[in-house]
T-cell receptor
Framework: GENVEQHPSTLSVQEGDSAVIKCTYSDSASNYFPWYKQELGKRPQLIID?????GEKKDQRIAVTLNKTAKHFSLHITETQPEDSAVYFC??????????FGPGTRLSVLP | NAGVTQTPKFQVLKTGQSMTLQCAQD?????MYWYRQDPGMGLRLIYYSASEGTTDKGEVPNGYNVSRLNKREFSLRLESAAPSQTSVYFCATNLAGGTDTQYFGPGTRLTVL
């Protein structure tokens, strides 16, 4: 079955700097890769996703890149702000297979 | 639209007690899921229902049962609660399977003493 690893487990950055979180997956059949943000005490919410026919996707300060050959994908947050502080989860899924989530990255944006 | 709702928000049980967590969605989604979230463990799938009338085990099904009551509702039952089941439980829904955004409910925080 699919296995998703995520690094780092914790990340601290200065406000205004960039943050990068990396995930690797094992199943070459996976073709959908969402990223979720979970603020303290709240539910996970989708922030961006990418499908395997696309190499990069951007939404304002957030971008995701996908390398199918190496089986890894990354979340990039530029110009970080205090409200970006949260736990971020990556996931991998495919048709007929449920998502497998990574263990999460706790991002702290320091003022 | 309420999206995905869960009841209760909080619950404290004694070891051996039973309870049912309720989840309902008004998004007309086919698939529904139950996850548990423990500190540092991410989201682990307990059971899922790909469509009305079907249910299947996920990664950590032991100690739980589910019922897909209709298209809108998916319940999770703990027959004899154990301290190891202390966790936050999230229900989620999507149109279908692993190629579509999942939407999560607000969660149920369960403590088993």
């Amino acid at each position: 079955g699919e296995n998703v690893e995520q690094h780092p487990s914790t990340l601290s950055v200065q406000e205004g700097d960039s943050a990068v979180i990396k995930c690797t997956y094992s199943d070459s059949a996976s073709n959908y890769f969402p990223w979720y943000k979970q603020e303290l005490g709240k539910r996970p919410q989708l922030i961006i996703d990418i499908r395997s026919n696309v190499g990069e996707k951007k939404d304002q300060r957030i971008a995701v890149t996908l390398n199918k050959t190496a089986k890894h994908f990354s979340l990039h947050i530029t110009e970080t702000q205090p409200e970006d502080s949260a736990v971020y989860f990556c996931a991998a899924g495919s048709y007929g297979q449920n998502f497998v989530f990574g263990p999460g990255t706790r991002l702290s944006v320091l003022p | 639209n309420a999206g995905v709702t869960q009841t209760p928000k909080f619950q404290v049980l004694k070891t051996g007690q039973s309870m049912t967590l309720q989840c309902a969605q008004d998004m007309n989604h086919n698939s529904m899921y139950w996850y548990r979230q423990d500190p540092g463990m991410g989201l682990r799938l307990i059971y899922y229902s790909a469509s009305e009338g079907t249910t299947d085990k996920g990664e950590v099904p032991n100690g739980y049962n589910v019922s897909r009551l209709n298209k809108r509702e998916f319940s999770l039952r703990l027959e004899s609660a154990a301290p190891s089941q202390t966790s936050v439980y999230f229900c989620a829904t999507n149109l279908a399977g692993g190629t579509d955004t999942q939407y999560f409910g607000p969660g149920t925080r369960l403590t088993v003493l």
